[in-house]
């Protein structure tokens, strides 16, 4: 980025400028990479400070740091030392710009480059190759001609010590991987066409025909043409042969060529390509779907396909076993070379250079394809926790993936590799222990003071230091001896890195999973004890910004603290938060974090009211207040188990959502403040506590304004985690309640269906018989033992019920129906429950008349107190009472 600022880069300026208004009378220090990383480390650092981080600010510091190189050195030092480092001739993602390998945080957008290996099968004119990059080199037995760019620029060029033909930008991508070439002539893609040539294989003589979909810029700019087998083939084949403007010559050639079948595919034709753009429709050979087919026939073909009798003598052979036969025979009669290719290209570097292959000369690599060690890391992961458990796979298939990494660079910032320091360790490599470094980092904040009798400075520290303190090998009284550092500080160091290790938590994003986060694996399985290994990773989405993903061409980019600085750190926070789990990315939208802002300015203005009213001694509990204890025990329960697995989403909804949701109901229940007010206080006060405490880790300055107002003293940030109660659990609380919510409902729903305004209002509470038999039913739903004919003649059986009649004959077969069919965690609840429906009934008549504004009368079924002009007692059940309105 400093370079680019160098030499004025309009984008870089833009977003400089832009996105992160910096002002330009700034820019001409930024153009110093170091001071570069100083603006941006010390804006981020502003940054974590606004949104509220705990962080322990005294373990900072940048990997530039003397002491931190000191560290890696003593990591490199001992990886090499232990066989983890190769030197070799290894291809690597590389910038021709700034000639350094590139990594994923090199690369416009953070993209891995990922290299792989092709074939070049060499066609032969006489002396004269004619190289073709191919995935599929067993498909050279059903090859009909070789296609070229017409429009494109060739050169003969003397390529190690034969002649070749290939594309211009070839050259480039040859030499980048060892070849020595000299161009000897340049040809256009004209000159090269209908001119024949032999099939190294087959022996077949062959012509080399036009093809717009060839590109010059991919592998050699030639393509063998397997149309039986390759769709971009076949389709440039038939438009060739339909093409009208054909010389007769050439016309002759092409009508002659007919696919030739190699390998055979069950449920597919001789010639699957044909098939296969039959059925996509494509009919031009630019259509992008083209990729589509032809990723969807090679996958099925390398599965599925095995070789046929035209690829003698491979027939019967698979394809996957094939392939590696003919790579192996080929490439011993020198008719084959390797061509390594970036696979998801094009990838661009930061500097704004296309990302190639290039191989290294005795380059230095870290062996991450060493199977023991991949054995180590497979056995630490199978033992972490992974959050989202989604992405456990992902981790299994990078370990497995990663091979040798190239771990050295010429340039850039960085620590020298210890013992070739014309080499400087790039940025992935250097930040897989990191963690073990704030243990030290904290100790050497302050200038150096806790060392101050060893008189040299920080890059003479011996090894022998790090030895102990990280891995517990020697004693501190000899490093005492050797660097004069007292012994109370280096046990002390020692003790607090085996105090935080091993790591519990690593909060990283789903994009270093393949990088970073298994590399932090590998490292920590090769350098510590098994009790170090990590414990635990998630891995995060990304942040989305009104469902789109944040971009500089979209201008939907909005650095952090503009962020605070617009709608406040905890609004933010929560609005991040609530809208996604950890699997998903998570949403930004101003019009959410705008509703946040209200429900937490609400939850403030709430605590300070309370927190200025005084709780006197003891006053009875009612029902209500046990309910919303209760309620509110169990809202704790459901957040605790949600914090634990980080489903953050589902706390919030729990904390801000259902807990209102509650606390408004309880507020409604008890009627204008004037009654019941001590009862109400402190059970509001204990329901504000809970919140304050449970809010603390998601809204920090919200949380303690709450805690403060509410007349605690401290920080809720100290404060335990609210504890779920089973003493506050009350069941019959629960039920009386949803009685009267149900109640509260029916009747609102009569009342709107008939548009009656009601002067009163009768609740008829079921029979006691009833309540009897349906506790029966509850019974035998839980021992599940349904049977409903069973159950009649049981409840029958009794003189009492069977002197009803009827009417209980039907009202248990309602009853054992109802109980089957309940959801279990309902059955469960109210099995068993003695309730007394007619108390909890009449309690509520104040809040049924204020509701509804009427004379509220409640009776039982069956007795007379109560008059029921329309007969509608018997017609109640248990938890829901009949309702007769005037
Ligand atoms: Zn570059």
């Given at each position: 980025m400093a370079k680019r600022l160098s030499q004025n880069d309009p984008e870089i300026v833009k977003t400089f400028t832009e996105v992160y208004r910096i002002p330009r009378q700034k820019f001409d220090q930024l153009k110093e990479p170091k001071r570069m990383a100083e603006y941006f480390r010390t804006d981020i650092k502003k940054g974590m400070i606004e949104i509220g981080y705990s962080i322990d600010w005294r373990r900072e510091f940048t990997t530039?740091?003397?002491?931190?190189?000191?560290?890696?050195?003593?990591?490199?030092?001992?990886?090499?030392?232990?066989?983890?480092?190769?030197?070799g001739t290894h291809p690597v993602a590389w910038c021709p710009n700034d000639k350094n390998p590139v990594g994923t945080v090199d690369t416009q957008g953070d993209i891995e480059p990922e290299i792989g290996e092709s074939s070049l099968i060499k066609f032969r004119q006489d002396e004269i190759v004619y190289p073709t990059a191919t995935l599929r080199p067993?498909?050279?037995?059903?090859?009909?001609?070789?296609?070229?760019n017409q429009e494109a620029q060739y050169v003969q060029a003397r390529?190690?010590?034969?002649?070749?033909?290939?594309?211009?930008?070839?050259?480039?991508?040859?030499e980048h991987q060892n070849h020595k070439i000299s161009i000897e002539r340049e040809l256009s893609g004209k000159e090269l066409l209908w001119k024949t040539l032999t099939n190294p294989v087959t022996q077949a003589i062959i012509p080399i025909l036009p093809a717009r979909f060839v590109e010059p810029d991919n592998g050699t700019g030639i393509v063998m043409s397997v149309p039986g087998h390759a769709p971009y083939d076949y389709q440039a084949l038939t438009e060739l042969k339909t093409n009208p403007s054909l010389p007769d010559h050439a016309k002759a050639i092409v009508e002659k060529i007919e696919p030739i079948s190699v390998i055979t595919l069950e449920g597919f034709s001789q010639s699957p390509a044909v098939g296969i753009v039959k059925k996509y429709g494509i009919t031009d050979q630019k259509d992008p779907r083209l990729a589509e087919a032809t990723k969807d026939l090679y996958s099925n073909e390398f599965h599925n396909g095995s070789m046929n009798e035209n690829a003698k003598p491979y027939t019967g052979q698979s394809v996957e076993q094939a392939r590696q036969a003919i790579i192996q025979e080929l490439t011993n009669a020198g008719k084959l070379a390797k061509l390594y290719e970036i696979l998801n290209k094009p990838i661009i570097c930061r500097c704004g250079t296309k990302v190639v292959v290039h191989i290294v000369d005795n380059q230095w690599f870290i062996n991450y394809g060493d199977p023991d060690w991949k054995k180590q890391a497979h056995l630490c992961l199978d033992q972490m926790a992974i959050l989202p458990e989604e992405r456990r796979n992902e981790f299994n298939y990078a370990l497995d993936w990663l091979k040798e990494r190239a771990c050295a660079r010429k340039v850039g910032l960085g620590t020298r590799l210890p013992w070739d320091p014309d080499w400087i360790i790039e940025a992935l490599s250097d930040s897989v222990i990191y963690m073990a470094y704030y243990i030290l980092a904290k100790y050497l904040a302050k200038d150096w003071v806790s060392f101050k009798r060893f008189e040299k400075s920080p890059e003479d520290l011996p090894d022998a230091f790090f030895d102990y303190i990280f891995l517990g090998e020697g004693s501190a009284e000899a490093i005492t001896r050797e660097t004069r550092i007292s012994k109370r500080i280096i046990e002390g160091i020692r003790k607090e890195f085996t105090y935080f290790y091993p790591v519990d938590m690593r909060h990283s994003a789903k994009d270093l999973v393949s990088n970073h986060l298994s590399m932090y694996i590998f490292h920590h399985t090769a350098l510590f004890p098994r009790n170090l290994w990590p414990k635990g990773i998630v891995a995060n989405g990304f942040v989305l910004m009104e469902r789109a993903k944040m971009s500089k061409s979209l201008e939907n980019i909005i650095p952090l603290r503009q962020a605070i600085a617009e709608f406040g750190a905890d609004p933010l926070r929560i609005g991040v938060l609530s809208t996604a789990e950890l699997n998903q990315d998570t949403d930004f939208s101003e019009s959410i974090v705008a509703t946040i802002q209200e429900r937490l300015v609400n939850l403030v203005v709430q605590s300070r009211k309370l927190g200025r009213r005084r709780v006197s001694g003891k006053t009875s509990s009612s029902t209500l207040d046990r309910w919303m204890l209760s309620r509110l025990n169990s809202a704790a329960q459901t957040a605790t188990t949600a914090m634990e697995k980080l489903r953050v989403r589902e706390v919030i909804n729990t904390i801000l959502y259902n807990i209102e949701n509650d606390t408004a109901w309880y507020q409604r229940r008890?009627?204008?403040?004037?009654?019941s007010r001590e009862g109400r206080d402190r059970v509001l006060k204990q329901v504000f506590d809970f919140k304050a405490r449970m809010i603390a880790p998601l809204a920090p300055h919200v949380a303690e304004e709450m805690w403060a107002s509410l007349g605690n003293k401290g920080m809720v940030a100290k404060a335990d985690w609210p504890e779920f109660r089973e003493s506050l659990h009350d069941s019959a609380a629960e039920a009386?309640?949803?009685?009267i919510r149900q109640t509260l409902d029916d009747t609102a729903e009569i009342l709107r269906a008939t548009g009656l305004t009601p002067k009163r209002i009768m609740y008829y509470s079921a029979a006691?018989?009833?309540w009897r038999v349906y506790q029966k039913a509850l019974d035998m739903a839980v021992k599940s033992q349904s049977d409903q004919g069973t159950f009649i003649r049981d409840v029958m059986s009794e003189p009492e019920l069977r002197s009803i009649g009827k009417p209980a004959a039907d009202f248990a077969?309602?009853?054992?129906?109802?109980?089957?069919?309940?959801?279990?965690?309902?059955?469960?609840s109210r099995v068993g429950l003695e309730l007394k429906e007619m108390n909890i009934l009449e309690d509520a008549i104040d809040f049924f008349s204020r509701e509804f504004k009427a004379e509220i009368q409640v009776g039982q079924e069956g007795e007379k107190r109560v008059s029921d002009p329309k007969d509608r007692?018997?017609?109640?059940?248990p938890y829901r009472p009949a309702i007769f309105i005037e």
């Open positions: 530039i740091d003397h002491m931190y190189n000191r560290f890696i050195q003593w990591h490199f030092r001992w990886v090499n030392q232990h066989g983890y480092i190769t030197k067993e498909t050279v037995f059903g090859v009909t001609n070789l296609w070229v390529v190690d010590e034969e002649q070749w033909i290939v594309s211009l930008e070839a050259v480039a991508t040859l008890l009627g204008p403040r004037k009654k009386a309640e949803s009685i006691l018989w009833k077969s309602k009853a054992i129906r109802q109980a089957t069919q309940m959801k279990e965690e309902l059955r469960k007692a018997r017609s109640a059940e």
